[in-house]
T-cell receptor, first 113, second 117 residues
Framework: GDSVTQMEGPVTLSEEAFLTINCTYT??????LFWYVQYPGEGLQLLLK?????DKGSNKGFEATYRKETTSFHLEKGSVQVSDSAVYFCALSVEAGYSTLTFGKGTMLLVSP | EPEVTQTPSHQVTQMGQEVILRCVPI?????FYWYRQILGQKVEFLVSFYNNEISEKSEIFDDQFSVERPDGSNFTLKIRSTKLEDSAMYFC???????????????FGSGTRLTVV
């Protein structure tokens, strides 16, 4: 079945450090890939997405590139802020708009001043 | 910005009791979902609902669970006889069958934390 594996957390960084959170997936067909973010006490918010190979999703300084050859969708940000502290979830879906999402376990990011 | 609303935010219940978790999806969305997240584990799909019936469900969604859209706005998840292992954060979501723009039409609520004691 479909699955998503992401790196264990917590990831602890100082402000302005470079961030990478690894995500790899297993799926039949050609899934769409997502990163969701969950701030403390809030719901899951879509951070970025990519729907086909070599697409780059980007939002709020975060980027991730859909790599079909390595089945990966790593999340990166060049300079993190304290306000980026949250839990980040990698996810996939195999149909657009009305599909179930398969999530990774989530990676907590803690950014200190 | 439209949002999915879940109530209550936290519910404590005794083992064996029935609970109903409530959700108000985005008004023009047609697909509704429940997911859960046991503490420290991944977010797991429970059930999807379309056109007043279940369209897909996972192995977790056994006979103890049921969903209903009792009126034009609410979407509920009922757990008939709660067990300790039902303690989790439950997320409702709704989606637009014709997604456009950044949000992809798939929106989650803030969750209900269910604690079974």
């Amino acid at each position: 079945g479909d699955s998503v594996t992401q790196m264990e957390g917590p990831v602890t960084l100082s402000e302005e450090a470079f961030l990478t959170i690894n995500c790899t997936y297993t799926a039949t067909g050609y899934p769409s890939l997502f990163w969701y973010v969950q701030y403390p006490g809030e719901g899951l918010q879509l951070l970025l997405k990519a729907t086909k190979a070599d697409d780059k999703g980007s939002n709020k300084g975060f980027e991730a590139t859909y790599r079909k050859e390595t089945t990966s969708f790593h999340l990166e940000k060049g300079s993190v802020q304290v306000s980026d502290s949250a839990v980040y979830f990698c996810a996939l879906s195999v149909e657009a708009g009305y599909s179930t999402l398969t999530f990774g376990k989530g990676t907590m990011l803690l950014v200190s001043p | 910005e439209p949002e999915v609303t879940q109530t209550p935010s936290h519910q404590v219940t005794q083992m064996g009791q029935e609970v109903i978790l409530r959700c108000v999806p985005i008004s023009n969305h047609l697909y509704f979902y429940w997911y859960r997240q046991i503490l420290g584990q991944k977010v797991e799909f429970l059930v999807s609902f379309y056109n007043n019936e279940i369209s897909e469900k996972s192995e977790i969604f056994d006979d103890q669970f049921s969903v209903e859209r009792p009126d034009g706005s609410n979407f509920t998840l009922k757990i008939r006889s709660t067990k300790l292992e039902d303690s989790a954060m439950y997320f409702c979501a709704s989606s637009d069958p014709y997604p456009t723009g950044k949000d992809y039409g798939y929106t989650f609520g803030s969750g209900t934390r269910l604690t079974v004691v």
